[in-house]
């Protein structure tokens, strides 16, 4: 099993910055294939995280229109496996408040996501 704990959320005013952090533990890290983070805007279901940006361990990144340019999604390279990734997020805005979470992908059988608890990023205007 995999466990992910986020770090770095908080409260910034607009136009500011925030570094969100993802850090992978536990077995089968040699199986993730990709990391991501998804945002929960306040109100919104589950089923309605937004996918913010991923990272696969090939070093491809892929980022939602709203936050291109503004966001980025790298990794610890001290670690062999794909475990430590981080959100630099700059430019905020009150439309980026959220939980984000923090999510991994295990790409060998049985497939699964592995998630985050989630932090806290709030944007006051």
């Known amino acids: 099993q995999v466990q992910l704990v986020e770090s770095g959320g908080g409260l910034v005013q607009a136009g500011g910055s925030l570094k969100l952090s993802c850090v992978a533990s536990?077995?089968?890290?040699?199986?993730?294939?990709?990391m991501s983070w998804y945002r929960q805007a306040p109100g919104k279901q589950r089923e309605a995280r937004e996918l913010v940006a991923t990272l696969t361990a090939g070093g491809s990144t892929n980022y939602a229109n709203s936050v291109k340019g503004r966001f980025t999604i790298f990794r610890d390279r001290t670690t062999t496996y794909l475990q430590t990734v981080f959100l630099q997020m700059d430019k905020l805005s009150p439309d980026d408040t959220a939980v984000y979470y923090c999510?991994?992908?295990?790409?060998?059988?049985?497939?699964?996501?592995?998630w985050g608890q989630g932090t806290q990023v709030t944007v006051s205007s």
């Open positions: 999510s991994a992908a295990r790409i060998w059988v049985p497939r699964t996501n592995y």
């Open positions: 536990g077995s089968g890290l040699d199986a993730i294939g990709s």
